[in-house]
């Protein structure tokens, strides 16, 4: 059983963030959204076209790419 | 530097910062607070536009533009913290911060609020959307939360006009109140770094510990611009140490904000479960995976429809004024020496027909941006960019360029004026670069005469009309030529790394009208004038080489013939054969002027796309406003100026016209592959003044105007000539 991330879910799932890997603009914009290791959120749905997907997260509802998403690792 | 700013004197305008996240009702509650009087301009060097009023003769406030955060990565980002910190030029620094936070969504607008009061400025919490907080089961203590940050917190409903005096009471008393002292703390690791780096390079705390955190940012370029390069390598040395503990600043400092703001929640909050809200519900069928999209479709193409219905009749109107309005000033001239004459030609046809012919489009203009006003003021608009994400990263671009590519169908102007929501320049100079190549309005003129002349009119397979295919196909050319562009501008002009897409999604809420209205009256205002001036000089211009040099022969030798005419015809005769005169004159006049001379001028490079020196006069003469090609074909070949394409009568004797033009040597000038040239060529090409000055305006520089109007120049010419090439080798 190898490490899941959220670009891994699927509506319905939801989880506890273990980590937010790399070190770049991306990863800060997500912490600063509230996106960081030990919040715990839900995916709600994914876009029409299968990208991007929308995860309900400190009460409010986020919109990332799952190329953003592949970011967030998840705990087991 | 971080100034200080004297305390409020009974002399000087205190100011007011208003700063918040995105969808937080703040620009409804500037405008509640400053009534209609605002003032906008420019930030130097940013695409920012500063939007200030005033909340009495004393009090100015600054509407800053919404934020998640104060990590600022590049130069638009950073002008509210330089603001903030009166490091703007001829920008004092604001002797108070309004916070305005979304009281259903506490957790992550209080980030902000953290990072706004640590400025050193005194601060005001407005707890805004209070009956949205309360629908979702919200509860929240303002007193214990007030305790818990040390400063004060105010509810407000800003739509409902509920809690504005006590907020503006709190405003007057707490201009003069201290800093507050943040009560959250930085890890060791951050704050051992900062205390070195403090004693070392003074009086820049905040821009300094923005710099250690935020890698490679704007606040990194402020401190090198002051200290050089040493100070660089001194942060890049402190990161380095912070990192090896174990995580880099940035998760340490959204660890510590966060952690503090779970535990203020906690104590003074409290949320009791409600089922799915009515946003959700809706949600559940908008962005449905299969519905979303073909309910999004439908809306699109509802709101397209009814900007054409209702702007239809309103154009009309607009068209018979400015005619009324050529009449009445023809009528000042009548009998005069100076009838006939130049200063009645420069007012009629110059000045009133030329300012026209682009006004004219302002009723669609308005009910764009009123419909793009409610989109985004309801939450839909996130929505758009949500589903189309997929679809526009073809081009390298994302969900957020939708709307803008999308409105420029009807017309670029509000096209590239709603790209100010992309919050990525790259992205955002791409999207108005690539805007004007959606076949808007203006170019259905020339589509209709070359499609009803010179494509066949049969049915393909008996039902599919070509010359309605032909039609669409010019609407696809636009978009099938973006997206390379778009994609190649990308990847050159405008290289950079992907900005992220994290968006939010915002809970659907009733537009407010007020504020839908006040957006699209500012945008109206700013579009009259500011594309109204460049319209007015070019209209002067091109009448000037359109009239000009209007060589006495000429008038003269049609001057003996109405004096024949009058003493051997009568009466409608007599009238019909004087408009014809007038006709001829005017195309007489027309072909000898200097426009017509560089018509001819230019011909050579025109003709391998087929063109004669006629349609290549009345392709130049369209380059403020394209529709203007109709009306100068229309003098070119004796009918006059005031054709219009929708009428049967008027369609049909241009088209005649065109058909039975000749080169020199008696071959046809027009044929099916030079029609497809021309509308190539029209497709591709920014015909549009007001575009270009709108561009300039949204770009803040000329730089970027002028490029689009060469690259588009440039495109058409070559799109146009390949259409010609290969159409005659074809047909």
């Known amino acids: ?76 | 530097m971080t100034a200080t700013a004297s305390p409020p004197s009974e002399t000087r305008t205190s100011r007011v910062a208003l700063i918040g996240n995105p969808n937080t009702g703040k620009t409804t509650l500037f405008n509640a607070l400053t009534g209609l009087n605002h003032r906008t301009g420019n930030y130097p060097g940013v695409t920012v536009e500063k939007k200030t009023g005033m909340l009495d003769e004393r009090i100015e406030i600054i509407d800053l533009p919404g934020t998640y955060s104060l990590a600022a990565h590049s130069p638009d980002e950073m002008v509210s913290v330089d603001l903030l910190l009166g490091n703007l030029d001829k920008e004092p620094r604001p002797d108070l911060a309004v916070v305005i936070v979304d009281a259903s969504n506490l957790a992550r607008n209080l980030y902000l609020v953290t990072q706004v009061m640590e400025l050193g400025l005194p601060v005001i919490v407005v707890l805004n959307m209070a009956d949205a907080a309360q629908n979702a089961g919200v509860t929240i203590s303002e007193e214990g939360l007030s305790s818990a940050l040390g400063v004060p917190v105010v509810s407000t409903i800003a739509n409902r006009g509920e809690g504005l005096s006590k907020l503006k009471d709190n405003i007057k008393v707490y201009l003069k109140a201290e800093a507050p002292n943040p009560p959250w703390h930085w890890p060791d690791e951050i704050s051992k770094e900062l205390d070195t780096l403090t004693s070392q390079y003074r009086d820049v705390d905040f821009l300094l510990t923005r710099a250690l955190i935020d890698e490679a940012s704007a606040a990194e370029t402020a401190i090198k611009s002051t200290f050089g390069g040493e100070a660089v390598k001194a942060l890049a040395e402190a990161r380095s140490r912070i990192k090896a503990q174990g995580r880099p600043p940035a998760a340490l400092e959204a660890k510590m904000r966060y952690a503090w703001i779970d535990e203020a929640l906690r104590n003074h909050t409290q949320k009791i479960a409600t089922g799915p809200s009515a946003s959700d519900r809706a949600d559940a069928i908008l962005t449905h995976r299969f519905f979303g999209t073909f309910l999004f479709a439908g809306l699109m193409i509802l709101v397209f429809m009814t900007i054409f219905e209702w702007a239809g009749p309103i154009m009309d109107l607009v068209d018979t004024t400015f005619a009324y309005a050529q009449e009445i000033v023809g009528r000042w001239f009548a009998g005069s020496a100076l009838e006939g004459g130049m200063l009645h030609s420069l007012l009629v046809d110059g000045i009133i027909g030329g300012v026209g012919s682009v006004l004219i489009f302002l009723p669609q203009i308005l009910f764009l941006f009123m419909f793009i006003a409610i989109l985004e003021d309801c939450g839909y608009m996130a929505r758009a960019a949500f589903l189309m994400d997929r679809l526009l990263r073809f081009c390298g671009l994302s969900g957020h360029s939708f709307i803008p590519m999308m409105s420029s169908f009807a017309c670029a102007i509000p096209g590239v004026m709603a790209a100010r929501t992309i919050a990525n320049p790259r992205d955002r100079i791409t999207t108005i670069l690539v805007a004007p190549l959606m076949s808007c309005s203006a170019r259905i003129p020339v589509y209709v005469i070359m499609t009803a002349a010179f494509v066949p009119a049969i049915r393909i397979g008996g039902f599919l009309s070509l010359q309605g295919l032909v039609f669409a196909g010019m609407y696809f050319v636009g978009i099938l030529v973006a997206i390379p562009v778009a994609f190649l501008f990308k990847r050159t002009l405008l290289k950079g790394p992907t900005p992220p897409f994290v968006l939010e999604l915002p809970a659907y809420k009733r537009p407010d009208i007020k504020t839908v209205l006040i957006r699209v009256l500012e945008a109206g205002k700013a579009f009259v004038i500011r594309a109204g001036t460049i319209i007015f000089m070019i209209s002067v211009i091109i009448w000037g080489l359109n009239y000009f040099p209007h060589a006495d022969e000429i008038s003269q030798r049609f001057e003996t013939q109405r004096t024949e005419a009058k003493t051997s015809l009568k009466a409608s005769v007599l009238e019909e054969r004087l408009a014809e005169i007038d006709n001829l004159e005017a195309g007489a006049h027309q072909r000898n002027s200097y426009f017509a001379t560089m018509g001819h001028f230019v011909e050579p490079a025109f003709r391998p796309l087929g063109w004669d020196w006629k349609i290549s006069m009345a392709t130049l003469a369209a380059f403020p406003a394209r529709e203007v090609i109709v009306s100068t074909l229309g003098i070119i070949y004796n009918l006059g100026g005031d054709l219009d394409v929708n009428e049967e009568k008027d369609r049909t004797l241009l088209i005649q016209q065109l058909k039975a033009s000749t080169w020199p040597d008696g071959r046809k000038v027009f044929s099916l592959p030079v029609a497809l040239s021309i509308m190539v060529f029209f497709a591709l090409c920014c015909q549009c003044g007001a575009t270009i000055a709108t561009i300039r305006r949204e770009t803040n520089s000329w730089k970027w105007a002028g490029f689009s109007f060469a690259y588009m120049t440039i495109l058409a010419y070559v799109g146009a000539l390949l259409t010609y090439q290969i159409g005659s080798l074809i047909g």
Do not use: F, N, W
């Open chain 1, 1 to 76: 059983m190898g490490v899941k991330y959220l670009s891994d879910y699927t509506p319905g799932e939801g989880g506890t963030i273990a980590r937010i890997v790399g070190e770049g603009t991306l990863q800060q914009r997500l912490m600063e959204m509230g996106v960081l290791e030990g919040t715990s959120l839900e995916v709600v749905r994914v876009a029409p076209l299968g990208d991007p997907m929308e995860i309900e997260i400190r009460g409010y509802k986020l919109s990332l790419r799952k190329s953003e998403a592949s970011c967030v690792e998840m705990e087991a």
